[in-house]
């Protein structure tokens, strides 16, 4: 049986990540700050999805978190990284708690949620982890600094750690979206928006449902020479 944890699962990406996935047949646990959402997710899945609350950032709730996958459905098999958090300034109006929040969620909290996972997973030998990261992570974002260095740097954590573990059964790779409609996106300036699809050669932004086809096949043994990669549904905005 495949159980994956998708974290940040609430909205957007990680909702269609977490619907594919049910879809495709695993047990699912739908993480979200806001367990309303996260709620709403586990329901409209049914009996393959178990909502938890949690913050990716506290070590405390990550350890909860895993607890809590393991009562329900067993031992996770995939983990989804996919917990995110946005905001826009430019490099000088940066407060160091913006920088300092940015960092705590996604690159924190995709060791702290890795942390949790993968001894279990080197015991079985066996295990599949997905690191959502972004094309701004590649190619740098005006305004978005703190957001481009986080994912730059879950980026180098997808490729050390497929370097140490691939040889044990576990698989480690990433995706790297471009914008996409979801909330997240949305809350960027429409300027920021508007100047951003104009450089798009696909001409739009992505679908969340695009992006969890990625990461289905990821998670998939069709997948099983993917190590260290980072897949790229991103409009052409980065051709690799």
């Not at 979801?182 to 050669?201: F, G, H, I, M, N």
């Amino acid at each position: 049986m495949s159980v994956a944890i998708v974290t940040g699962a609430g909205s957007g990406i990680g909702r269609a990540i977490a619907l594919r996935l049910a879809g495709d047949g695993y047990k699912v646990v739908v993480n979200d700050f806001n367990f309303e959402a996260a709620q709403a997710v586990a329901n409209e899945i049914g009996a393959a999805a178990y909502p938890v609350q949690g913050d990716v950032s506290d070590e405390q709730d990550v350890a909860r978190m895993v607890e809590t996958c393991v009562a329900q459905f067993g031992q996770p098999t995939h983990l989804i990284n996919n917990a995110g958090h946005i905001h826009q300034a430019r490099f000088t109006d940066m407060k160091v708690s913006d920088f300092d929040r940015m960092i705590a969620v996604h690159l924190r909290g995709v060791f702290l949620c890795t942390h949790a996972v993968l001894p279990g997973m080197l015991e079985r030998n066996k295990g599949v982890i997905v690191n959502m990261a972004s094309q701004l992570g590649q190619i740098g974002g005006v305004e978005l600094v703190h957001y481009s260095a986080a994912k730059a740097g879950i980026i180098g954590m997808t490729k050390s750690l497929a370097r140490e573990v691939s040889d044990k059964g576990v698989r480690v790779n990433a995706v790297a979206p471009g914008p996409i409609n979801t909330p997240l996106v949305r809350a960027l300036s429409q300027d920021w928006q508007d100047a951003k699809a104009a450089e798009l050669p696909l001409g739009r932004f992505g679908e969340p449902d695009e992006v969890a086809g990625a990461v289905a096949f990821l998670c998939s043994n069709d997948a099983a020479l993917f190590v260290g990669q980072t897949l790229s549904p991103n409009s052409g905005d980065v051709m690799l």
